[in-house]
C-alpha cells in the first residue's frame, strides 16, 4: 500500500511539473521567441559548451588516474604476470590515446563548425579514400591487439610437462575451497562428486593408489620458483577461480576439469616488505583504527590490525555467500614448502583414521552385546 501511495504521489508531482511549464510558456511576453528551431545564439552558446565539455573530461580522466592509482594491483608475483600487464597497459594506451582523439575532434568541430546565419555547410555524399582509410588503421590495429594477445595466450597456456610442475587440483563448492595437493607420485587420483561420503568430501577415489598420497587442505601453499599447474573442478555451480596477484584467472565448470599454471615469483614475506604494500597496509591501518575508535565508543569489539595475505578468490556470482569465498594462499621457499606439506596428513590415511574410527565403534557396541548376553545368560541361569 505504501508503495502504491508514493507512485500516486510522484505521478501527481509529474503532472503538477507539466501543467506548471505551460503557464510559464502562456506567461511570456508576445515578443519573445517561442520557435523550436535554433538561433545563433543558441548555436554558439552549445559550442562554447561543448568546449567546456572537453576540458571537463580531459581533466576528469587525469584526475581520476592520478588519485585511484593508489588501488593499482602491485607488480605481479607470477612468471607470466609481466606479459599480462604489458598486454593490458599497450591496450589501454591504444585505448586513450584514441578516446583522446576522437573526443578532442568531436567536441572540436562542434565548435568550429556549428550553425551561423548565412552560412552553408560542406559535405561529401561519399569519399572513398577517407573510408579506406577509417577502415583500414582499426583493422590493423586491432588485428596487430588480436595476434599480440593470442601468442601471449598461447605462451601462458601452453604448460610443459617437462618442468616437472607441482600438480595441484583446486576444488570449488558453494562457498568454499579446497586444495588437493598430488602427493609424492605428483599424480592426482580419480575423483567424482558420486564418491563424496562423510569425511571423503571431494569424492576421491579410494580404488585408485594414485590418491592415496595426495593431501587435502582448505590453506594453499605454494614453492616459490616452481611450475604449479592447476586443475579446478566444481561440485555445485560455476565458479571462478580468480588469483588477483598472479594475474590468473580460469572458470571452475560442473561436469568437467579445466586447467591453469603459473610460476610464483615473490614470496608472501616479499610482497608484505614491498614499498607498495607496506603503504597500502598502513593506509588501510590508519583507516581501521579511526573506525575502531568509533566502535570502541558505541562498546563495540575493535577491528584487527590488517595483514596482507594472497588470496583465491570466486569471480563469478555463484550465490548468497560468493562475497566470503576465499582461500589463503602462502608463496615461500622450496624448503618451507617442503616441510609444511610432510605435516599435512595423506587422503589415504584420512580415510584409515575414519575405517578405524567406525572400526573402534562397532567393536564397542559387539562388546556391550556380548556383556548383555552373559548378564542375561547368567540371569537365567541362576533362575533355572
Known sequence: ???????????????????????FDLS??????????????????????????????YVISIYCFWHYS????????????????????????????????????????????RGEKGKKALFFADNDKLEFIWTIIPVIV???????????????????EEDDPLVIEIYAYQF????RYSGEDN????????FIQGVNQLGVDESDSYGNDDVIINELHLPVGRPVLFKFRSQDVLHSAFFPHFRAQMNVVPGMITQFGFTPTITSEEMRESEYMV?????????????????????????DSYEFEYYLLCNKICGQGHYNMQMKI???????????????????????????????????????????????????????
Not at 41 to 56: A, H, Q, R, S, T
Open 70 to 113: 593508489k588501488f593499482y594491483l602491485p607488480e605481479a608475483a607470477s612468471e607470466h604476470g609481466s606479459e599480462v600487464d604489458t598486454l593490458m597497459f599497450i591496450t589501454l594506451a591504444l585505448i586513450m590515446f584514441v578516446l583522446v582523439l576522437t573526443q578532442g575532434l568531436l567536441h572540436w568541430f562542434a565548435f568550429k563548425y
Open 28 to 57: 511570456r511576453g508576445p515578443h519573445t521567441d517561442s520557435s523550436q528551431i535554433a538561433s545563433q545564439k543558441d548555436n554558439k552558446v552549445n559550442g562554447y559548451l561543448m568546449l567546456m565539455f572537453l576540458v571537463f573530461i
Open 1 to 23: 500500500m505504501t508503495v502504491f501511495l508514493i507512485i500516486i504521489v510522484i505521478a501527481l508531482f509529474a503532472v503538477t511539473v507539466w501543467q506548471m511549464s505551460k503557464i
Open 279 to 303: 603503504e597500502k597496509v598502513g593506509r588501510i591501518n590508519d583507516i581501521r583504527k579511526d573506525k575502531s575508535k568509533e566502535l570502541t565508543a558505541a562498546g563495540e569489539v575493535p577491528l
Open 330 to 384: 602462502v608463496v615461500e621457499s622450496e624448503e618451507d614448502y617442503k616441510a609444511w606439506i610432510k605435516e599435512q596428513q595423506t587422503f589415504g590415511a584420512t580415510m584409515a583414521a575414519a575405517d578405524g574410527s567406525t572400526d573402534d565403534i562397532i567393536t564397542d557396541e559387539d562388546d556391550t552385546l556380548e556383556e548383555d548376553l552373559d548378564e542375561e545368560g547368567n540371569t537365567e541361569t541362576e533362575l533355572e
Open 142 to 160: 586491432l588485428a596487430g591487439l588480436i595476434i599480440y594477445g593470442l601468442f601471449t595466450w598461447s605462451d601462458i597456456m601452453n604448460i610443459n
Open 176 to 179: 568454499d575451497w579446497r586444495a
Open 187 to 194: 599424480t592426482l587420483g580419480k575423483a567424482n562428486v558420486r
